[in-house]
């Protein structure tokens, strides 16, 4: 049963940033007081980021109907699940999210009679865990960026949702911003050699016609798409793959011919997605979740969820960008 539900977390890095004159930004250590001031000359003060994450979850425990998308939203924390290790202070709180609009059968899989009709106003909705990781600052570092993990079941997930929220309470209430990014593209690309089953690599690039009566219609550029099946994943194919990923302008040789344009599609977790090489710091890692953690009654254990994340989160730790 755990295997068919996919039981995962994606892994983000994210920053909260302050809008200063002229349009720029200035990014807000993590680990340091924040102060807050208000166009009212008001104050307030968070000892760390990870008490505004707290002051977000306490702010939002009561169920918003996101009637544009028809999800309804509600955090909740425990106050045993925030604490600290030698290298980070951690909170975990859980989100409960559904959607509604469609009216269904609720129906039991053992006796197959049907023991609910949902309407349209009802809304299926599944508790998921996150997890917020504040590194401490060391080494004369002051850290910048976190990490961020949302659980998923299956193909539901809350980090949209969760996201946009959060972003507007901080808008509203502090005047930042909160985004969330890609950790290294280079862990990124180890992750997918590790976890994942490259199945294909996809090539494309523009190539000029060199028929003169092409460019009597202004068609003179077409393009060219290439695909093959990697025999096996050896050093110098991670190592091309890893100069493509570094920088956009960077291609891929193939039989003596540059592509732009390169794509994978990877098998993870029974699901296949496309990657693009050229695009990574938009994709988010997924990690499989241990099938230990679905308890009997289909809930997932949050105690073996916190001990799992501790590992994953010290791995992670050493792969956050521009921490500065």
């Known amino acids: ?47 760390s980021a990870l008490e505004i994450f707290e002051d977000f979850v306490v702010c939002s425990d009561k169920t918003a109907d996101k009637e544009d998308i028809q999800q309804l939203f509600r955090c909740e924390m425990n106050p045993a699940y925030k604490g600290e290790t030698d290298r980070y202070r951690y909170l975990v709180f859980s989100v409960f999210s559904g959607y ?44 910048t960026r976190g990490l961020i993990f949302f659980q998923e079941i299956g193909v539901y997930g809350v980090k949209t949702v969760t996201s946009n929220y959060l972003q507007d309470f901080v808008s509203s209430h502090l005047r930042l911003t909160f985004r969330t990014q890609n950790l290294a593209p280079d862990f990124y690309l180890n992750k997918l050699f590790e976890k994942g089953i490259i199945k294909k690599i996809r090539l494309a690039r523009n190539v000029v016609s060199g028929d003169r009566t092409d460019r009597l219609y202004g068609q003179s550029i077409g393009r ?20 493509v990923a570094a920088d956009h302008y960077n291609v891929y040789t193939f039989d003596d011919i540059d592509y732009s344009e390169v794509k994978m599609e990877v098998t993870i977790g029974g699901r296949t997605r496309t990657v693009n090489l050229h695009g990574l710091e938009d994709l988010s890692i997924e990690e499989s979740l241990p099938d230990e953690l679905l308890m009997a009654d289909g809930t997932v254990s949050l105690d073996g969820f916190l001990d799992h994340m501790h590992s994953v989160a010290e791995e992670y730790l050493d792969h956050l960008p521009c921490n500065v």
């Open 100 to 143: 509604y609009g469609f009216a269904s059968e609720v129906i039991d899989r053992k006796t197959k009679e049907v023991v609910h009709s949902r309407t349209r106003d009802e809304a299926d909705v599944k508790e998921f865990y996150v997890m917020v990781v504040i590194p401490k600052a060391a080494d004369g570092i002051t850290p």
């Open 1 to 47: 049963m755990a295997k068919k539900q996919h039981l995962s977390v994606r892994a983000y890095s994210f920053s909260f940033r302050k809008y200063r004159a002229k349009g720029e930004e200035k990014i807000i250590p993590l680990d340091e007081e924040i102060l807050i001031k208000y166009a009212d000359d008001s104050e307030a003060v968070y000892p």
């Open 224 to 243: 060219e798409e290439r695909a093959f099946v990697p025999i096996g994943v050896t050093s110098e194919f991670k190592r091309k793959l890893r100069h």
